[in-house]
C-alpha cells in the first residue's frame, strides 16, 4: 500500500515546488489565511525532542531495564537491529512486539522505528528476500528488482520491521568497496536508478520505509566507513551529475529515508557528510528537495571516532541538519541525548529547526502505523 505522505510529497516536487506555500500566501493576500496549527514537536520537552532524534541498538533478545525506560519516557524514535537480534523469527518478532508494546507518552504513542540492514547478497540481517544482492538485482533489470522490493517488505513487514536501511544508491565504480562487496545495483548512475528505484517503491508500497544511501555516494570509496576515514576526491560536477543523480530520482519518486555517508568530499567540505550542513542542508535539502527523514551512517565507527566523542558527534550532525542519529550501542545514544538536551537548553541549537526535524520523524512514524 502506497502511503499518503508519499503521494503529498510528490506534489511538492520539481515543478510543483512550492505550490503549499504560495497557495497559503494567496489565501493571506485574499484575507483567508489561517495561523498554522502547532506541531506535536513544538509541545514536547526538550527531553522528549532530543529522543526524537536518536535510534538505538540492543543486545541480544532481551529488553533491558534502561532500554525499557528509555522508550517508556520517550527518549528514543526507533531501535536498530542486527543479525544476533534474531536468533530465530519467532524470537525477533516476539523481541520487537514487546518493544513496541513499551507505553509511550500520549503524543508518541505511533509505532517506534524498527530498523534493519537488508540490502541482500552480503548485507542481510534477517532470512527470506531480498534473494539476491544488489549486483544481482542490478543485472537482472527493474522488474526482477521490484519483485525483490515486494518480496522484502513483506519479509520485514511478517517480523515487524517497519524501514529497511536499504537501498544501496551508490554508483559502483570498479575498485571501490561498493563493487566489490556486490552492494552496488550497477557501474552507472542509469543502471542504478532504473534497477534501485523500483526496489525501494516496492518497498514502501509494502509499508516498510525505504532508505537510501550513502548520499553524496559512497561508490568510489576503497574502504568502508566503518573501518577506515575515507576521503573522496571526486570534483563538486561529478559528484551532483554521477553520484548524487540516483538520490534525486528516489527523492523525486518519494522515498522515505536517506543516510548520510561520514566519509569526506573535499570538494563539498571538509567535514564528513552527515556533519556538514553544506551536504546535510545545502546539497540534500536545499539542492535536491528532500523533504523527508535523513539519517546518519553508524556514530561509533572508526570514520567517526576521529572526530570525538559520540555526543560530540550526535551534536555536530545535529547542527548539519541530519535529523536522526544511529547508534547500535544504548549507552552512546544516551551521552548524546544528553548532550541534545544541554546545547537545547542553552539555546545552542536552533529551536525552530530541531523541531522541524523532530517533526518529520514524527511524521514518519506516524504513517508506519499499521492500517
Do not use: C, W
Request: no cysteine; hydrophobic share 45%.
Amino acid at each position: 500500500m502506497e502511503r499518503a505522505r508519499v503521494r503529498r510529497r510528490r506534489l511538492t516536487l520539481g515543478t510543483l515546488a512550492g505550490l503549499a506555500a504560495g497557495a497559503f500566501a494567496l489565501g493571506v493576500a485574499l484575507g483567508e489565511g489561517r495561523a498554522p496549527q502547532a506541531s506535536v514537536a513544538s509541545t514536547l520537552p526538550a527531553r522528549q525532542l532530543a529522543g526524537e532524534r536518536i535510534v538505538a541498538g540492543l543486545s541480544g533478545t532481551d529488553v533491558s531495564p534502561r532500554l525499557r525506560a528509555a522508550i517508556h519516557d520517550g527518549s528514543l524514535a526507533g531501535v536498530v537491529l542486527f543479525s544476533a537480534n534474531f536468533p530465530s523469527r519467532a524470537a525477533g518478532r516476539r523481541l520487537i512486539a514487546r518493544l513496541q508494546a513499551i507505553r509511550r507518552p500520549r503524543p508518541l504513542r505511533d509505532p517506534l522505528l524498527i530498523m534493519v540492514d537488508q540490502e541482500g547478497g552480503q548485507v542481510k540481517r534477517v532470512g527470506g528476500a531480498p534473494n539476491a544482492s544488489a549486483r544481482e538485482m542490478g543485472a537482472r533489470g527493474a522488474a526482477y528488482s521490484r519483485e525483490q522490493g515486494r518480496l522484502t517488505a513483506g519479509n520485514l513487514r511478517d517480523l515487524g520491521v517497519n524501514v529497511d536501511l536499504a537501498p544501496v544508491l551508490d554508483v559502483a565504480r570498479p575498485g571501490g568497496v561498493i563493487a566489490e562487496t556486490e552492494r552496488g545495483f550497477g557501474a552507472t548512475a542509469p543502471r542504478v536508478t532504473a534497477t534501485a528505484i523500483p526496489f525501494a517503491q516496492a518497498l514502501q508500497r509494502g509499508g516498510v520505509a525505504a532508505t537510501a544511501k550513502h548520499f553524496p555516494g559512497l561508490g568510489a570509496a576503497p574502504e568502508n566507513t566503518d573501518f577506515a576515514v575515507q576521503r573522496i576526491g571526486l570534483s563538486k560536477a561529478r559528484l551532483r551529475a554521477v553520484d548524487e543523480a540516483p538520490y534525486e530520482a528516489f527523492i523525486a519518486g518519494g522515498g522515505d529515508m536517506v543516510m548520510l555517508s561520514t566519509a569526506i568530499y573535499p570538494a563539498l567540505s571538509p567535514d564528513p557528510a552527515a556533519f556538514s550542513r553544506t551536504i546535510a542542508t545545502g546539497e540534500l535539502r536545499n539542492r535536491l528537495g528532500f523533504e523527508g527523514v535523513s539519517i546518519t551512517d553508524a556514530l561509533e565507527t572508526v570514520a567517526v571516532r576521529a572526530y570525538g566523542s559520540p555526543a560530540r558527534a550526535g551534536v555536530a550532525a545535529v547542527r548539519a541538519g541530519t535529523d536522526l542519529l544511529l547508534f547500535a550501542d544504548l549507552a552512546a545514544a544516551e551521552a548524546a541525548a544528553k548532550a541534545l538536551v544541554a546545547k537545547l537548553r542553552a539555546g545552542a541549537l536552533r529551536r525552530g529547526e530541531f523541531e522541524a526535524s523532530a517533526q518529520r520523524v514524527l511524521d514518519l512514524r506516524g504513517e508506519l502505523a499499521a492500517p
